[in-house]
């Protein structure tokens, strides 16, 4: 009556896989949307689907060849839906795997028992509904980790020790709980499937455990590394924000004295040909004078030393604020919001081949009962959504990383809201804040 039972269908596995790769897929950056989307899950399904069933009784000699080319399957489908690097692939590609393998080993444990203990004979009915009832729990409970983990997906960033490990984990988990398939004569094999299907059930149970908590080490690692990174350009934007202080109060000093200097020149001189120069002179040295009034001194200063870099660059900024609705926030803060946010303005616009097209709008206003702040300027090239986060191509990767991460954490701390989005070539970041 077991015989049978001994082995368990390849396409439980199959079905189990492809389960779990869409899962991890659905809260991992997306390369493609729609109706290829969906035909690529369906592909992926019929070529994993007709793999298993043709290899289904392998030689012991192909076996782990077969399992290679399984996981290898389960990494280009990986590849085709998710916008990541490789490394980041192969450690999901890991989890998902081990995920579909302890969602079959324990189907199959459970519908074993209960033939055994029904001691009726096996059946397909039976089965299917054992290996649905289990699915929907496994991969139920997977799918509410892994949604509860999403802002994870975008944080993690495996290195390859992270990878390594991760396929270290997986493999000596696979071998253990499958060491009885195939090999008699080991210390740690068993000679009777019931005891077979319950250890590799368990030692899936605890290889998927182990690699669920090796991802939380490494989110948590990469926290704190991420947590030390922004504040050390909270501490960059607000030195920067302390030497342009000392930079424009010398320029605007320097300033003053020459416009006196250079009056007094201009009415000592009666030569129409020196005062014309003088005149000159006087103009180049005004186009200097790049300080703003919004009646908030810090906010002075950051746009003040933007605008002399914008400046360099060729690039118009035109800013109407009124600073004083800013009074709220704390020195760093502001120098870290608006440092950031113009850094990243500058980069876009100092991309547009066109000078004239070099535009930044800053904008900050009460409205409807919210402090509203708007950053805009026009960028070159495309960018892509993931959600909330940006997925940029090679010419505008500085739109996203740590500089709208860190913007992000700046807004929260008052309670506040980032919108960012693309309209007609321009680059809009919107911010606001309860008044």
């Known amino acids: 009556m077991y015989t049978e039972l001994a082995h368990t269908p390849g396409i439980l596995y199959a079905i189990a896989y492809w389960i779990s790769s869409m899962i991890f897929c659905r809260f991992l950056p997306k390369r493609t949307a729609g109706w290829q989307r969906c035909l690529l899950a369906a592909l992926f399904f019929v070529l994993i689907c007709g793999f298993m069933i043709l290899t289904?009784?392998?030689p012991v000699c192909l076996y782990f060849l077969f399992v290679a080319v399984e996981i290898g399957m389960i990494y280009l489908f990986m590849c085709l839906m998710c916008d990541m690097p490789p490394g980041k692939i192969i450690y999901y590609g890991v989890r998902a795997f081990m995920l579909g393998e302890l969602a079959t080993s324990l189907a199959w444990l459970l519908y074993y028992y209960s033939v055994g203990r029904l001691r009726d004979r096996p059946s397909l009915q039976r089965m299917c509904l054992l290996t649905a009832g289990v699915y929907a729990v496994v991969f139920g409970i997977a799918y509410i980790t892994e949604k509860r983990q999403e802002k994870d997906a975008h944080l993690l960033n495996p290195g390859r020790r992270d990878v390594l490990g991760a396929l270290a984990i997986a493999a000596s988990t696979y071998l253990f709980s499958n060491i009885s398939f195939g090999v008699a004569d080991t210390p740690f094999s068993m000679r009777f499937s019931n005891e077979i299907f319950?250890?590799?059930?368990?030692?899936?149970?605890?290889?998927?455990?182990?690699?669920?908590?090796?991802?939380?080490?490494?989110?948590?690692?990469?926290?704190?590394?991420?947590?030390?990174?922004?504040?050390?350009?909270?501490?960059?934007?607000?030195?920067?924000?302390q030497i342009s202080q000392e930079s424009i109060d010398l320029i605007n000093q320097k300033y003053h004295d020459l416009k006196h200097q250079i009056s007094a020149l201009r009415y000592e001189l009666g030569d129409e040909e020196r005062y014309g120069y003088l005149t000159q002179i006087e103009d180049e040295i005004r186009q200097y004078e790049a300080e703003n009034k919004t009646g908030n001194k810090v906010l002075d200063t950051i746009l003040t030393a933007k605008s002399l870099v914008c400046q360099n660059q060729q690039i118009?900024?035109?800013?109407?604020?009124?600073?004083?609705?800013?009074?709220?926030?704390?020195?760093?803060d502001m120098s870290a919001l608006f440092g950031n946010a113009l850094d990243n303005a500058i980069r876009g616009a100092?991309?547009?081949?066109?000078?004239?097209?070099?535009?930044?709008?800053?904008v900050i206003c009460e409205q409807m009962g919210f402090i509203l702040v708007k950053i805009e300027n026009r960028y070159a090239g495309e960018v892509r959504f993931d959600g909330e986060d940006l997925i940029t191509t090679k010419n505008n990767r500085d739109y996203h990383g740590y500089g709208v991460k860190s913007i992000r954490r700046t807004v929260e701390k008052y309670d506040g809201t980032v919108t960012i989005r693309t309209e007609d070539g321009w680059f809009l970041l919107s911010i606001l804040f309860p008044t």
């Not at 490494?218 to 990174?229: G, L, N, P, T």
């Open 350 to 362: 100092a991309g547009v081949a066109d000078e004239n097209e070099r535009l930044i709008r800053v």
């Open 316 to 332: 118009s900024m035109n800013v109407v604020a009124d600073g004083t609705l800013l009074d709220f926030m704390s020195i760093m």
């Open 198 to 241: 319950i250890m590799r059930a368990l030692a899936d149970f605890g290889g998927v455990i182990i690699l669920l908590l090796y991802h939380n080490l490494i989110v948590e690692a990469s926290a704190r590394a991420e947590a030390e990174i922004e504040q050390q350009l909270l501490q960059m934007q607000y030195n920067n924000y």
């Open 56 to 58: 289904d009784h392998p």
